[in-house]
């Protein structure tokens, strides 16, 4: 018997600045963080596109804080029921330093999902190869002999996940590092702090691969997904370093690779033919700049399934066009649009 699964990405931008510390929505007229649109407006959006969605689970990327006083979990929650949603219970893992979680809100009634974490912790000092995602990365990041230590920005959700048939996945939540080379005051600065954040998020990707590498040696079915903030040929300093952080986790040489195939027409087409699944305002240049930055990632096991892979792009999508309000809800929503996979397990 084939049982069918969706699951979705989607960075929702700003999600935290639609609840109070109750974790209520503010469905009012206010200004969201979102530019020229209120929160009743954005969250209105918001509820559209989930409930078009109608995944099995979503992996939230830029959900609702945690805190001493504010819960991701109860925000979200209170958030599927005003807007009757399936998707009605949420998980997160390591919270971060950020008011931006990563969590997973999903249809319990389809799935059962626990927080996994892997790896062993590290000592103060850190630790090489793949230590718990919480701990710290030894790594010589530079190519001059000396390990330098790493963090996550925002540590990486591991969970384990089973469908009601009793299939068994592997899924981790991602938020790579931004590569934005925010307070830079004049070109030199811009240079160096672009590459600091460069080097930063390959070191996160490399970190990622190395769990992806002990998961498929494993022989568990994995899903690695979410915002990477990079892609192939995104940026000039890309050349310094060789390769993409999305080149690193996808896998390389004799590594066991994983598929997405949006990433996989970046890589071959040089661009000139590459999707894109955010969209975000140039203000010297008064324009957008669409780009690829989120992804779903699946094992050789899930890919030899034939799985669909869909961006909800409000202009590209023909299935979102012909829905009416959708291509303006997604506008509205976020600066990102969602990615969806259909799986037949």
Partial sequence: MTERLRLASYNVEWFNALFDDQGRVLDDTEASARFQINRGAQLAALGSVFTALNADAVMIIEAPDTNSRRSTVTALEN??????????????????????????????????????????????????????????????????????????????????????????????????????????????AFKRISIENRRKQLAECLWLRARVDRVLAAGESLIVLGDFNDGPGLDEFEKLFGHSGIEVVLGQGGQTRLFDPHAQMALTENNALAPSSARFWLPPQQRFFEALLDFIMVSADLAATKPAWRIWHPFNDPGVLAEPGLADALLSASDHFPVTIDLAL
């Fill in 79 to 188: 958030f599927a029921r005003r807007y009757h949603l399936r998707t009605r219970r949420a998980v997160i893992g390591y919270i971060s330093d950020t008011e931006q979680e990563i969590a997973f809100l999903y249809d319990p009634d389809r799935l059962d999902v626990r927080h996994d974490p892997q790896g062993d912790p590290a000592p103060s000092h850190g630790a090489p190869g793949a230590p718990r995602f919480d701990s710290q990365l030894r790594l010589d990041i530079n190519g001059d002999g000396i390990d330098d230590l790493v963090r996550f920005s925002k540590p990486p959700l591991e969970l384990a996940v089973r469908t009601k048939a009793g299939r068994h996945l592997r899924l981790i939540g991602v938020h790579a590092k931004s590569k934005a080379p925010h307070g830079a005051a004049d070109d030199a």
